[in-house]
């Protein structure tokens, strides 16, 4: 084929430059809004909607009722009563499987939807992709499961003993409590969204090893201490405010200081989230036939 | 004395290399391209300069088309060899997208976005700053002819304006590389003329355009050369007359009309670059199969000069695309 010396060639480009840090951080913020606006807004936004309305629905149906018993009529259950709901219910059912949903979709969604293309074809390093995405991810999730943490709490005590609340939420630990829940329900979506935005990009159907984390996350309590301690959910636990005997078969294990569980748990996310850099550098895309 | 030193002095290996290097860096390089799936054969053994200018892949389904484009945009890797994009290897998807559009089949669209959205998201995910974006934007539009639809959802799009848009897309940041997957795909003919006068304008431009289309006569009007792929394997590359020229176990066909073709085809039969010559059914014409084209055209120049047939007109039958697709592949475009 006929050679041409038309010079449009860019020139130099392999002439070592300084990071471009503000270009990055534009691109980040215009896959960031794009995303977080497909998360909010999307069709598969509706199943997130549900899921966070989830702990609050039945809090609101009992909301005028007290129920029958003594145990009902005392505040300080109350804090127990909530710290079991938030462990069973938010964290591990309504945190672990909205995460599940959202960070999969991050980018198993475009695979599925054909239109992750929009970024492979842009000239955007791929790991700021990942880390656009997985901010956007990140905010989504906070957002809805932080709300839900700090509604399903108000909704737990203010119905039943408004002035005692009034009193635990303003002059005890009831605000304490409440930022301690909401920021071990930022962490879940911290740690649970590194690992699902992984195995979103690893595995055609994410849902199996999305199971098998949810199996081991439940059985963390009748593992060893050494095993306990490869789980999200045990940093979780040691985090919470109000500690919850987790029954009779549970293999007791100290819980892991906060300025060890915090930092352990960010780590890790990085470790994962670099994974997930890598493996979309590697990435290909194959659509239809030639 | 040092003037004509500089004016005469030899040309060093370096300079050379420079300018072969500057060469290069204008071309798109496939050096031994292969790609599998598997055990599944993509393309093998590619080897390709394509300049600036219109070039057209062509082939049947599972020829290797979309997976070539795919390979020059970094989509996919090649499992042997190397491409390089003016100069930039295509695993550095940073540079290359600064260069490069691509107008694909299928539609990236975010839900919910108008056609402007989409472009001046497109952009904003470049990096340009939003005014630059929004001017970008506009542009775009109007070169795919859709300000009028810029403000509508993209979801209600038909299937021409979604082809539209995504060539929006590609050339919103005013790449020197294009490379189009099918980009005339319903387009009704108005917009298609229009279409293809943008890219032999752009192509004029010294832009490089990589177009698969399986409509033969398109391409053929188009196009600059023609990369014929089938099974995986580049069948023939290079400007269709030349791909033509060079086959020659298919002799071209010439009708020539006339007032005389019996006489005519007496005058030629004897030449040895002549294979046959037929009479035209309303035995106004005859059918003329050469090896040799140029030198039959000069023996026509000798015929009409003697002045005894009068030729009407010369028309090659088989010099365009659909022949020498018909030919290397075997069946119509």
Redesign the interface.
Known sequence: ??????????QK?IEKQPLPWS?WW??I???F??EV??NF???RSILLYLLALVPIVPLVLLAPFTPPGNEWRDFNQYNMIFAIFYGGLILRTVVFFGCAWIFMNLFRGDIID?????????????QVVVVGKYLAGLVTSVALFGATTIIAMLLVYLPHFYSESTRFFFDGPGLGQLLTYTSVTALACIGYGAFFLVVGLFFRNPIIPALVLYGWEWLNFLMPPLLKKISVIHYLHSLAPVPVSEGPFAVVAEPTPAWIAVPSLIIVTALVLIIASYRIR?M??????? | MSETNSKHRPIGQDEIRNSKS??R???IVFDDVSKF?GEIL?VNRVN??????I?SLV?P???????LM?LM?????PTRGRITI???PTDQ???????L??C?????????LTGREFIN??L????Y?KKKAAELTTIALERVSLMEAADRKVAAYSKGMRQRIRLAQAIAHQP?VMILDEPLNGLDPMVRAETIALFRKLAAD??HLIISSHILHEVDMMSD?VILLNNGYVVA??DVHGVRDEMQEHPMQILIRCDNPSKLAARVFDKDHVVEARLHDDRMGLFVRTRDADRFYLLLNEVVAEGEINIESIAPVDDDLSAVYQYLIGSEG
């Open positions: 084929m006929s050679s041409s010396t038309v010079n449009i060639a860019p480009t270009l534009r691109q913020r215009a896959i809004r794009l606006e497909k807004l999307g069709r054909r239109s992750l293309h929009f970024y492979f074809l842009s000239p955007v390093r791929r590697r290909e895309i194959r659509y239809g036939s030639d | 500057e060469i860096n204008s071309l799936y993509g390709l300069q394509i300049a600036p200018g070039t082939g389904n599972g020829a290797g088309k979309s997976t795919n945009t970094g989509l996919l890797r003016l100069g930039i998807p940073e540079q290359l997208f600064r260069y559009g691509y694909t089949q299928f539609d990236s669209f975010p839900r919910g998201s497109f904003l995910v470049h990096g700053e020197a010294g832009l050369r590359e290079g």
